[in-house]
């Protein structure tokens, strides 16, 4: 944007006044100004054209600083120049300051810093403790820690390097910066801290990652007697989430309830995201449940708490209730919720999704066309997948990677070759398993060695798994064999899992025994190198083997962790089920079918169709 009046926008002149009076036209002014939202900006521009109308723009250097303030809420920077630059009377410092925030705080610190080069060039007015905190945070957006050297220079110059407000915002430039010691000499040297300057340390040490930091500030400001602020806290739980620290967070959450902050919406906010994000989703859901006043940042959290632990059902029922009760999903919505529709195969449910995003204009957002186009990809979809990559305005490396595994997964390796031509991103570790896979699915061997001996990143497990399912495929068991030895410090015993599937599908049992019992020996207290090796001797027909296998788990207490499946019945939803359990609705009637399925087949019969009409009810064809 360039500081020019010349480019200002054009506001109306006449306007019928519908205000009483000009204190009344000045308090909604202000009340706007303090609740302003970005649908506030035509009644903003409406007042703008009341304030030039009744002269009040030109008597009132308030009603100036409110309305460039209230053009800032609305995210309306140029405006907020605009009314700057057209006062008929010179503005005063605070609406320099108001103009300043305004650029700032909309992400144009270039622009703020020049206007403050134009601030310090007036001959009567100086900048103050509420111009600096902008000018600093100006600064470190641009990443310039020479500028902000110079300018804490300038807080001595005035006499504000005591000064809490521009002190914390100098201790907020320099920890952004990676300054640390500098931070730390500016705290120290503030006689008197507010909690403020606290949050200040606590917070940035937390953006930073440096989490114990974080933390001995955030005891030291208990020691000294500080009373935390919700914004304390919200920082503080950011640094256990990020840590995983179940029992620390915990440990806030009782602190947060003693001190009366249980109700309040970012931080229960943020305890949804601790508790998602720690994978005990029941208190995460007992903290949504218990919130008087839920905001999309609510639902998002819990929703992806659920998604984070692959509750994806319980993530698509959070979903429909958060449109039943009127709440707007929005871009983070959406990307969370479209994996629990691509982990459980649910189309119809992604179809519903995509049609509501095309309603509200919710794209351009890579991140949510990427989720999008993963769904369609694993919903078997492929077609749909590449109209929604096609159409995408902004790709990103992540977008290139859906599509070209979405390829592999499809078994169109040549396709997914092309594509992976024609990125025009740097590939990363994971295009290459993408790529790898789909000369794997394709067999194209000869390709697949050279692309992963000419990578341009460090191979990691996928990568190894790759090339042993590609040799293995290919029935290149010899090399296969090497490639698993050679991947175990990347991969541990997961490739020779994957040679035992070669070996299984080209008859190869005595390979299959032989890994198998490796396996055991690397994972001893695993279930399934025992449940393998035990399966591996059936397939060879040694019974007695098996039998003493499952008699040897049994005696280790090692148990097989029982399977999971999804399916989405039209009509009727998404069912879960899980091997042995006998709680769904209609179990009767499902193990029914089960039963003479498999006595069907037992008999050699010939199945023509089976229909599930009732409870117990089946018939055949």
């Not at 100004?33 to 054209?49: C, D, F, G, I, T």
């Not at 990652?209 to 919700?230: C, I, T």
Request: hydrophobic share 45%.
């Amino acid at each position: 944007m360039n500081i020019k009046a010349q480019s200002l926008l054009s506001l109306p002149t006449k306007r019928r006044t519908s205000f009483s009076s000009l204190s009344s036209l000045s308090s909604h002014l202000y009340l706007l100004h303090h609740r302003a939202a970005p649908h506030y900006l035509p009644k903003a521009r409406e007042l703008h054209a009341l304030l030039l109308t009744s002269s009040l723009l030109s008597s009132s250097p308030p009603a100036l600083t409110s309305l460039i303030s209230l053009y800032s809420k609305c995210c309306c920077p140029a405006s907020a120049l605009s009314a700057f630059y057209s006062s008929p009377s010179p503005p005063n410092l605070f609406a320099w300051n108001a103009a300043i925030s305004a650029l700032s705080s909309n992400t144009l610190p270039a622009d703020a810093l020049l206007l403050f080069r134009f601030l310090r060039s007036h001959p009567s007015l100086f900048p103050d403790h509420f111009t600096f905190p902008c000018v600093i945070k100006s600064i470190s957006d641009l990443g310039d820690a020479g500028d902000l050297k110079n300018t804490h220079a300038l807080l001595f110059k005035f006499g504000l390097v005591s000064d809490v407000f521009a002190s914390s915002a100098m201790v907020n430039g320099y920890l952004k910066l990676g300054i640390v010691d500098d931070a730390e000499v500016v705290f120290d040297e503030i006689p008197e801290k507010d909690v403020v300057l606290w949050n200040s340390m606590v917070n940035g040490f937390a953006q930073m990652g440096r989490f114990s930091n974080a933390k001995d500030y955030f005891h030291r400001m208990l020691e000294e007697g500080m009373v935390p602020s919700r914004f304390t806290v919200t920082g503080i739980l950011s640094v256990f989430t990020s840590t995983a620290d179940l029992n620390g967070g915990r440990n806030i959450h009782a602190f947060v309830v003693k001190i009366g902050y249980g109700f309040d919406v970012a931080i229960s906010n943020s305890l949804i995201d601790l508790y998602g994000k720690c994978h005990d989703v029941e208190e995460a859901a007992e903290v949504f449940e218990s919130m008087f006043e839920k905001d999309i940042f609510s639902w998002n959290s819990i929703i992806s708490a659920f998604e984070y632990s692959a509750d994806h059902p319980k993530a698509l029922l959070l979903f429909r209730q958060m449109l039943c009760v009127g709440v707007q999903p929005d871009s983070i919505t959406v990307a969370a919720v479209l994996p629990a529709c691509s982990q459980l195969a649910a189309l119809a449910h992604g179809r519903e999704i995509h049609t509501y995003l095309l309603r509200h204009g919710i794209r351009g957002d890579a991140f949510v066309d990427n989720a999008l186009m993963d769904m369609y990809a694993k919903c078997g979809m492929l077609d749909d997948a590449r109209n929604a990559f096609d159409v995408m305005p902004n790709r990103d490396v992540a977008s290139w990677n859906i599509i070209i595994d979405a390829y592999a997964s499809h078994g169109r390796g040549e396709d997914a070759l092309k594509l992976f031509s024609a990125m025009t991103t740097e590939p990363d570790e994971v295009t290459f398993v993408a790529v790898l896979s789909a000369c794997s699915h394709s067999g194209l061997v000869e390709i697949g060695v050279k692309i992963f001996e000419q990578m341009k990143v460090m191979p990691v497990a996928e990568h190894y798994l790759c090339m042993v399912d590609m040799l293995g495929r290919a029935g290149m068991l010899e090399k296969s064999k090497e490639m698993a030895a050679a991947a175990e410090k990347a991969c541990g015993v997961k490739g020779w899992r994957t040679y035992i599937a070669a070996c299984k599908e080209r008859g190869q049992m005595e390979r299959v025994v032989e890994a198998a019992e490796r396996l055991v020996e690397m994972e001893p207290a695993g279930s399934g190198a025992w449940v393998m090796a035990a399966n591996a001797y059936g397939w060879v027909g040694k019974y007695e083997e098996v039998a003493e296998w499952r008699g040897e788990m049994r005696r280790r207490g090692v148990r097989k962790v029982p399977g999971c499946s999804w399916v989405e019945v039209a009509g009727h939803g998404v069912h879960t089920f899980i091997s042995g359990e006998r709680c769904h609705p209609r179990a009767e009637a499902i193990y029914a079918v089960i039963h003479e399925l498999a006595g069907w087949i037992r008999d050699g019969g010939c199945l023509a169709q089976v229909g599930l009409n009732g409870p117990g009810e089946y018939r055949w064809n």
